[in-house]
């Protein structure tokens, strides 16, 4: 079965840093990615996906991703951050071969201070 | 994208009781999956509900407890049944066209709390 792990429960940026929130995966087969963001009192919001090619993929409000298949990992990236992107972060995964139901990590908490 | 209208968005229920949330789809569906996040913790994959099927339940999940419905391709519901504190969650409806490397969209949510 597949699964993901996000190593770090909370991660701390001064607003203009770059940031990178960490996720590795584990499945039988190919994965599929994504990338979830949910904010105070919301549902969660589609950040971004990787289904295959290019190992860079760039997605909403200027984040974007990094696939290795050498280190089964999927880490978050933006270059500078913002204030306003204080949420809590998750990583899903999806086997490519087996059934269409997607796991989640257990959530980064980022927190970007002024 | 797809729209999802999910009701209530937060109840307060007496235990033993039961409470029915609804999750409705601005276009036709075929999969939709109901979730429940705990306080401070990730998502975890209650059933999927596919129309004309039963549900598929996941480990640590049962029919009698979370009975869900599926009528047509735009409408589910997740019931709560015999409510005890340890079902205060967030209950999340969420929606995949097709599977495989489509993005799923989820509803903002319903937040249970059982006293």
């Known amino acids: 079965a597949q699964s993901v792990a996000q190593p770090e429960d909370q991660v701390n940026v001064a607003e203009g840093n770059p940031l990178t929130v960490k996720c590795t995966y584990s499945?039988?087969?190919?994965?599929?990615l994504f990338w979830y963001v949910q904010y105070p009192n919301r549902g969660l919001q589609f950040l971004l996906k990787?289904?295959?090619?290019?190992?860079l993929v760039k997605g909403s409000y200027g984040f974007e991703a990094e696939f290795n298949k050498s280190q089964t990992s999927f880490h978050l990236k933006k270059p500078s951050a913002l204030v306003s992107d204080s949420a809590l972060y998750f990583c899903?995964?999806?086997?490519?071969?087996?059934?269409?139901?997607?796991?989640f990590g257990a959530g980064t908490r980022l927190t970007v201070k002024p | 994208s797809a729209v999802i209208s999910q009701k209530p968005s937060r109840d307060i229920c007496q235990r033993g009781t039961s409470l029915t949330i609804q999750c409705q789809v601005d276009?036709?569906?075929?999969?939709m999956f109901w979730y429940r996040q705990q306080p401070g913790q990730s998502l975890t994959l209650i059933a999927t509900?596919?129309?004309?099927?039963?549900?598929?339940?996941e480990s640590g999940f049962v029919i009698d407890k979370f009975p869900i419905s599926r009528p047509n391709l735009t409408f589910s519901t997740l019931t709560v049944s015999n409510m005890s504190p340890e079902d205060s969650s967030i209950y999340l409806c969420?929606?995949?066209?097709?599977?495989?490397?489509?993005?799923?969209?989820f509803g903002q949510g319903t937040r249970l709390t059982v006293v």
């Open positions: 899903a995964v999806r086997d490519k071969g087996g059934n269409n139901d997607m796991r």
């Open positions: 509900a596919n129309q004309g099927s039963e549900a598929t339940y």
């Open positions: 990787y289904i295959t090619g290019d190992n």
């Open positions: 969420s929606v995949d066209r097709t599977g495989g490397g489509t993005e799923a969209f």
């Open positions: 499945v039988s087969g190919n994965p599929y």
């Open positions: 276009s036709q569906v075929t999969m």
